[in-house]
């Protein structure tokens, strides 16, 4: 079996599958190969993808498989196997934890005093009464809505089609959306980048969330229409009715150094590094897949047509 791999850290990838796949070979994308059988790659050059047309299957290294459909190079039938968590999701709970934690008890206000020297304690609202909503309901998804449930905050989590979690109050569709929207406090977005979540979080939806409530989006910049965040957020020494929103994703990475969301005080901007995909977890989803492959074993491949 042949093996190309495409990925900033690709030499150890290309180290750790050879070591796991003793019988493969494996080859980075530095390297000229005449023909491969498959190839695990993340955001590849449109070129690479043309290059090697005759993979049999594609592994995104990744969980969100947005780039990779949009990739102009990406032949039309070749199945594709995205990442499931792969570890993923723990990163982006604590994520969400520490941005949760970041209102909830208060540390912008605190950071805001401290430039006025004002020593002022505000009472703390119990986590029993911030209720905090999840969009999305995959696998990252899921395990955040757990880790939050378990930390202590009231959950509720959204999905296009109906799913149960246990300790965690399940919405979806356009009604649960809404319904959702109006009753918490903390929104983190966790959906993936499609035509139907494109600006999901406008001003219609960020006008249904209760006056003070946050937003933390380690999801897709395209979930939010900035503009309509802006106004929700209102002047930067005002206050609006969005109280702050940690935003780790953005339409256009990296975030160009004009935007206006860079200069809004109570925006918390990281750069796109909520839930780096940790090697070993990942190694272990990309073996079980080509050990299924070269066994002509199924494996389950995203769907194209509902791009996830
Ligand atoms: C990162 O954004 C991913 O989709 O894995």
């Known amino acids: 079996m042949r093996i190309l791999v495409h990925i900033d850290d690709a030499a150890d ?6 070591e796991r796949l003793p019988q493969a070979e494996v080859f980075t994308s530095d390297q ?3 023909s491969i059988d498959y190839l695990a790659v993340w955001k590849p050059p449109a070129e690479l993808l043309e290059r090697h047309a005759e993979a049999r299957g594609i592994i995104n290294l990744g969980a969100g498989v947005d780039a990779l459909l949009g990739n102009p190079g990406l032949p039309a039938d070749t199945p594709i196997v995205k990442l499931r968590d792969a570890g993923m999701g723990e990163l ?3 994520y969400c934890l520490y941005g949760l934690f970041h209102v909830q008890r208060d540390f912008d206000r605190y950071r805001e005093q401290q430039d006025r020297a004002e020593w002022r304690e505000h009472q703390v609202i119990d986590k029993r009464d911030w209720s905090v909503g999840v969009l999305g309901l995959g696998a990252i998804g899921r395990h955040v809505a757990e880790r939050i449930a378990a930390a202590g905050f009231p959950v509720r989590g959204w999905s296009r089609s109906p799913k149960t979690l246990e300790g965690i109050s399940c919405h979806h569709g356009e009604d649960g959306l809404y319904d959702l929207l109006g009753q918490v406090r903390t929104l983190i977005t966790l959906l993936p980048n499609t035509p139907e979540t494109y600006h999901l979080i406008n001003a ?5 969330l209760p006056e003070g409530a946050s937003l933390i989006n380690p999801g897709r910049g395209t979930l939010i229409d900035e503009s ?3 106004d929700a957020l209102g002047e930067p020494n005002g206050q609006g009715r969005l109280r702050s929103a940690l935003l780790d994703a953005f339409p256009e990475e990296p975030l160009p150094s004009d935007s206006p969301l860079w200069r809004h005080p109570r925006l918390l901007i990281t750069p796109h590094m909520a839930g780096p995909t940790p090697l070993g977890a990942a190694l272990d989803q990309v073996v ?4 299924a492959w070269g066994a002509g074993r199924e494996v389950p491949t995203i769907d194209r047509s509902a791009g996830y």
Do not use: F, G, N
């Open 32 to 34: 000229t190969v005449e």
């Open 204 to 208: 219609k939806t960020l006008a249904t």
């Open 228 to 230: 309509a965040l802006l």
């Open 92 to 94: 982006i709970a604590d």
């Open 13 to 18: 990838w290309q180290a750790a599958l050879q």
């Open 288 to 291: 079980e897949t080509l050990e």
